[in-house]
């Protein structure tokens, strides 16, 4: 069956600029995580959907980045302003019930701000 | 689990023998344990999985072993393959809260 999907697959953006970055999870996956991976290390927690809400935003590094889920199944992660320190690949994951159950991974979105 | 920079640990094996891959975790409460797999360019890729009620769990080719007392999770590859080339990470999940916290991975290196 179809995996999480992230779009877009690479994002090169200027120093101050505004950017979305979507999340597909598997259908029927009530929880979706996104994560942040810098280069040779692993992924750090940014903020878990379960359903629409945003159930622990405790990873966002400032308020330049929020998430939404407004239907309980896309997800977009928004960064204003962007600095340098923002690039990154971002990845996101979804899990059937939230609770004990294993991350399922996208690919993730390499950010580049320039 | 904390940043190691950019230096990830790495393990050389020969292709055919066992691989061990370890990792310490730091919180006491966490109760439930993944192995991922990381290629480059590509998301972590779930291997196997261990609640804290248990201290072995085996798979195709992998068994994990969790030591609650010292805090210390494996990962065991039998007749390791050229294709199990990639990062090996693990990850915790606390009792309290619903995340991850993922170690700084190691990186395991097969040579044919």
């Not at chain 2, 609640?51 to 609650?68: E, H, I, P, Y």
Request: glycine share 10%; with cysteine; hydrophobic share 30%.
């Amino acid at each position: 069956g179809a995996g999480v999907s992230q779009t877009p697959s690479n994002k090169v953006t200027e120093k101050g600029k505004y950017v979305e970055l979507r999340c597909d999870p598997i259908s029927g996956h009530t929880a979706l995580y996104w994560y942040r991976q810098s280069l040779g290390q692993g992924p750090e927690f940014l903020i878990y959907f379960q359903g629409t809400g945003a159930a622990d935003d405790s990873g966002l590094p400032n308020d330049r980045f929020f998430a939404v889920r407004p239907e309980g199944s896309v997800s977009t992660l928004k960064i204003q302003r962007t600095e340098r320190g923002d690039s990154a690949v971002y990845l996101c994951a979804s899990s059937q019930q939230g609770m004990g159950s294993p991350l399922h991974f996208g690919n993730g979105t390499r950010l580049t701000v320039t | 689990g904390e940043s190691v920079g950019l230096h990830l640990p790495t393990l050389s094996v020969q292709e055919g023998d066992n691989s061990i891959i370890n990792c310490a975790y730091s919180n006491s409460a966490s109760d439930y344990f993944i192995w991922y797999k990381q290629e480059s360019g590509k998301g972590p890729q779930f291997i196997i999985d261990i609640r804290s009620n248990m201290d072995k769990r085996q798979g195709q080719r992998v068994t994990v072993l969790l030591n609650k007392t010292v805090k210390h999770l494996s990962l065991q590859i039998a007749a390791t393959q050229p294709g199990d080339s990639a990062v090996y990470f693990c990850a915790e999940k606390s009792n309290n809260f619903n995340k991850f916290y993922f170690g700084s991975g190691t990186k395991l290196n097969v040579k044919p």
